[in-house]
């Protein structure tokens, strides 16, 4: 369903101003988005003052300054710090992206730090992905074949492979899912750009056995077709994968097929 | 997870993109479309039933109000049919590259206002 407000317990409300302490001349502010579980109250925005000059060039460097110099109880995800295992996936200046990889120079004016859009708030910048692991477990995410001999190698051609590029890139951060309008309405049914091109990856792959029953799986009016190519998936994608022509292709080989 | 857990922000804090833009705009297109089509249906009825019937509307198109809905419905219909026509292409399969999409999406919206302009100067019969 489409709910355009916010409900009543996630309106935002102005939170505490950090006053920068060691009177640097180079400082930015940043709003974070913070919500602690134990007291009951709304959500809030912090603002903090930060020292730039002091500063590596990422906005999770920027969360770790915070972190570490100004204010301790602020919790995010985040784990390798290189773009590769998608944990800091987050909202930065209303576009989501990993903040391990998004450079703050590139935002004008204040930065904005929100979580993923429209997910249940853990803690602070923490989201609950719950939902989308069990989607994505509903896929099936594994390969399907009955050869049994383990001595062997499942070789695949050059072409077949590269059908796979583009695909097993994904990292699973979930800044595709989470900034779809689709998906923000429709979450508990509707798979998700991310899932759905995870699904692909399946059905494309030369050496799995079963791709009549996974794209029969996935031939649903709201599993699929919720997608109407509003391609902020693509758009948000921080390993420049193009989610929307995945589902894109499922759909056409369905028409086809 | 419990409901007592706050929804975090989502179309309040989101940037709009030109495909998200001309996407919502082409729903909102079609829905004016399905409206504007019915009324049209019932305007062709009511010629049906005589001359005065037809001087009544023709009036009613000649206030502003009249000609701004005739100038709204052209817009709309220009809008939703280079839309469609963006999305016939990548049905089959053509188009989804960041840079294409949003060029095409760029061509849907302004190309809606010239169609506007096009179809509005060929009513005037400037080309006939």
């Not at chain 2, 809905?69 to 399969?93: K, P």
Request: with cysteine; charged share 25%.
């Amino acid at each position: 369903m489409v709910q355009i407000n916010l409900p009543k317990n996630s309106k935002i409300q102005k939170g505490k101003y950090y006053k920068d302490k060691t009177g640097s001349k180079n400082i930015r502010k940043v709003n974070v988005y913070r919500w602690d579980p134990s007291n009951g109250e709304n959500p809030r925005i912090d603002t903090y003052e930060v020292d730039m000059d002091n500063c590596p060039s990422k906005v999770l460097d920027l969360l770790n300054k915070i972190k570490n110099e100004i204010d301790p109880s602020i919790a995010y995800r985040r784990s390798c710090a290189h773009g590769v295992c998608g944990s800091c996936a987050m909202n930065m200046d209303g576009k989501n992206g990993l903040a391990c990889t998004k450079s703050h120079k590139e935002i004008k004016g204040d930065i904005n730090i929100y979580p993923l859009p429209h997910l249940r708030v853990q803690k602070d910048l923490i989201g609950d992905l719950s939902t989308l692991y069990k989607q994505y477990e509903s896929v099936e995410p594994w390969l399907k074949n009955s050869k049994k001999d383990e001595t062997k190698e499942n070789l695949q051609s050059i072409e077949d492979r590269s059908k796979l590029d583009g695909l097993y890139e994904c990292i699973m951060c979930a800044c595709c899912s989470t900034s779809c309008p689709s998906y923000w309405w429709n979450g508990d049914k509707y798979l998700g750009p991310a899932v759905l091109l995870q699904a692909y990856r399946w059905i494309i792959d030369s050496r799995d056995e079963e791709r009549k029953e996974r794209l029969k799986k996935v031939a649903d009016e709201l599993k699929l077709y919720r997608c109407h190519t509003i391609m902020n998936c693509t758009n948000a994608c921080p390993k420049g994968l193009n989610p929307a022509k995945a589902i894109a292709s499922i759909k056409k080989m369905l028409a086809t097929s | 997870m419990k409901d007592n857990n706050p929804l975090s922000p989502h179309i309040q804090i989101y940037d709009w993109h030109i495909s998200s833009l001309v996407s919502i705009c082409h729903r909102i297109t079609g829905i004016i479309n399905i409206v504007i089509i019915t009324l049209i249906c019932f305007w062709v009825s009511l010629l049906l039933l005589g001359n005065a019937n037809y001087e009544l509307i023709q009036n009613f198109f000649e206030t502003f109000l009249g000609k701004f809905i005739i100038i709204g419905t052209t817009w709309s219909f220009s809008f939703q049919i280079l839309s469609e026509i963006r999305h016939l292409f990548w049905d089959l399969g053509f188009g989804f590259e960041l840079k294409i999409s949003n060029i095409t999406g760029l061509i849907v919206i302004f190309g809606s206002f010239i169609l506007t302009i096009f179809i509005f100067i060929f009513g005037q019969g400037i080309f006939l």
